[in-house]
C-alpha cells in the first residue's frame, strides 16, 4: 500500500487557481468514488475539504472543487487568498475498510 | 456540536508501554467508525488504522499490523491508540477522526504528541 503521490508544492497569486493532483493506481483512486481532500495549517490538525472526489462539506467555500480520472484525483482551488495557504492531503480508500494518504502538497499563495 | 477530545502529550522512554485515549461527544459513538493518523515530524500523514465502535471491528494499515493495537470502550465512548514496546521512531503526533469507514474523516482530535526519547 504505498502513498498516492501528490506534487511537493504549488503556487500561485490571490486571485488565480491552483491545482493539485493525486496519483494513485488502479486498487485505490481508479476504483473507488471515495476520494477526499484535508487542508492542514501549521500546528493544527487536518480538515475535511472534500469526500467523495468532489464534494464539499457544509462550511467550505465553493472555490475548492475536486474530480477525478482514472487514477488521478484533483483538487482546485479558485479565486486563491491568503488563508488558502497550507498543506493539502489527498486520501482514497483502498478497500477492506483501508486508506491511503497522498505525499502532501504545500500550498504558497505569491 | 461533534467534537473528538484527545489525551494529553506523552514523553516516554524506549521499550515503554502506552496508551492514547480520544473521546468524541456530539453524535452516537457506537454508529461510527475512529480512524486514528499518524504525523512524524516535518512529515505527511499517514493511516494508522481504523475501528468500528459498534462491534469493535478493527482494521490497520499493513505498515502498523502489529506495531499498535486499536481499541474501544463503548462504557465510555472512548477510543485508545496503544504501543507495547515504544521505539524512538513511534515519535510523532497522532490525530484520531471520525470516519464513516470509506475514506471520509469528517471531524478531527487536537492531536497526541507522543516523544520516545532515551
Known amino acids: 500500500q504505498s502513498a498516492l503521490s501528490q506534487p511537493r508544492s504549488v503556487s500561485g497569486s490571490p486571485g488565480q487557481s491552483v491545482t493539485i493532483s493525486c496519483t494513485g493506481t488502479?486498487?485505490?483512486?481508479?476504483?473507488?468514488?471515495?476520494v477526499s481532500w484535508y487542508q492542514q495549517h501549521p500546528g493544527k490538525a487536518p480538515k475535511l475539504m472534500i469526500f467523495?472526489?468532489?464534494k464539499r462539506p457544509s462550511g467550505v467555500p465553493d472555490r475548492f472543487s475536486g474530480s477525478k480520472s482514472g487514477n488521478t484525483a484533483s483538487l482546485t482551488i479558485s479565486g486563491l487568498q491568503g488563508e488558502d495557504e497550507a498543506d493539502y492531503y489527498c486520501?482514497?480508500?483502498?478497500?477492506?475498510?483501508?486508506?491511503?494518504f497522498g505525499t502532501g502538497t504545500q500550498v504558497a499563495v505569491l | 456540536e461533534v467534537q473528538l477530545v484527545q489525551s494529553g502529550a506523552e514523553v516516554k522512554r524506549p521499550g515503554e508501554s502506552l496508551k492514547i485515549s480520544c473521546k468524541p461527544s456530539?453524535?452516537?459513538?457506537?454508529?461510527?467508525?475512529i480512524g486514528w493518523v499518524r504525523q512524524m515530524p516535518g512529515k505527511g500523514l499517514e493511516w494508522v488504522g481504523i475501528?468500528?465502535?459498534?462491534?469493535?471491528?478493527?482494521r490497520y494499515s499493513p505498515s502498523f499490523q502489529g506495531q499498535v493495537t486499536i481499541s474501544a470502550d463503548k462504557s465510555i465512548s472512548t477510543a485508545y491508540l496503544q504501543w507495547s514496546s515504544l521505539k524512538a521512531s513511534d515519535t510523532a503526533i497522532y490525530y484520531c477522526?471520525?470516519?464513516?469507514?470509506?475514506?471520509?474523516?469528517?471531524?478531527w482530535g487536537q492531536g497526541t504528541l507522543v516523544t520516545v526519547s532515551s
Open positions: 477522526a471520525r470516519s464513516d469507514g470509506v475514506a471520509i474523516l469528517d471531524y
Open positions: 456530539g453524535y452516537t459513538f457506537t454508529s461510527y467508525w
Open positions: 475501528i468500528y465502535c459498534g462491534d469493535s471491528d478493527t
Open positions: 488502479s486498487s485505490d483512486v481508479g476504483t473507488y468514488k471515495t
Open positions: 467523495d472526489v468532489s
Open positions: 486520501c482514497a480508500y483502498a478497500g477492506r475498510y483501508t486508506f491511503v
